[in-house]
């Protein structure tokens, strides 16, 4: 169960029941955001067998601090934050989620983990990434817009496990005021050790945004999952 300030927060859904689809992606939504409007992105992708999943934080901010902030800044923010996205993989994974989030009314059909995309924008990003170097493993793709892991310059890297050749991917323009490129560079060498297929992408005289080029890559990756 999760605790602290995310507990007992909703999960939307959008495509087919879990045990009609192909593969899954789980959506973190950034700052300020709704984890509805991360599910336009389904629209984006195309596919009508992907089951999308989409937890929702409280009052829309995972933690209330700059990512760069010391861990304890953003406490119990950050670790309620994990858990319910822990609590999102496993019900994705076990087939136990229901249209108001987890629970005992699905059949039990979930997605096996190496089907499952987890992809986060900003804010979302950042926890998309902390949480899969923290739990790794072999998914089907992580996925970083505008992200990179969480804590400050110097914060120990010391994450257990190998993501087995998981594609992971952290796009980022030069010019984001939130994102420094050293900390998507630190965020892909990290991936690296933990044995990730990593691709990294900076765009010159770019801002905080997501481009069509990320999308493009997004694309490619759902459909290697879920063909």
């Not at 926890?127 to 992200?147: F, K, P, Q």
Request: aromatic share 6%.
């Amino acid at each position: 169960m999760v605790s602290g300030p995310h507990a007992d927060q909703p999960i939307e859904r959008a495509g087919p029941d879990l045990a009609d689809a192909s593969a899954a992606m789980i959506l973190v939504h950034g700052r300020g955001a709704r984890a509805s409007g991360m599910l336009g992105l389904a629209d984006e992708i195309g596919r009508d067998d992907v089951a999308y999943v989409a937890p929702q934080a409280q009052r829309g901010s995972w933690y209330p601090n700059s990512f760069l902030a010391d861990l304890e800044a953003n406490q119990p923010h950050l670790d309620s934050a994990l858990e319910l996205l822990d609590e999102t993989v496993a019900g994705v994974t076990a087939g136990t989620l229901d249209d108001a989030g987890t629970g005992d009314d699905a059949n039990g059909d979930g997605i096996p983990l190496d089907r499952v995309v987890l992809l986060g924008f900003s804010q979302g990003g950042c926890l998309a990434t902390e949480y899969a170097a923290r739990n790794a493993d072999r998914y089907g793709g992580v996925v970083a817009l505008s992200g990179g892991l969480i804590g400050p310059e110097g914060t120990p890297r010391e994450y257990d496990g190998s993501m087995d050749g998981t594609p992971v991917f952290i796009g980022c323009g030069d010019q984001d005021p939130h994102i420094p490129v050293d900390r998507v560079e630190e965020s892909a060498r990290v991936f690296e050790d933990l044995d990730a297929e990593m691709e990294t992408r900076i765009y010159e005289g770019v801002g905080h945004t997501v481009l069509e080029d990320e999308l493009e890559y997004v694309r490619a990756l759902v459909a290697d999952v879920a063909d």
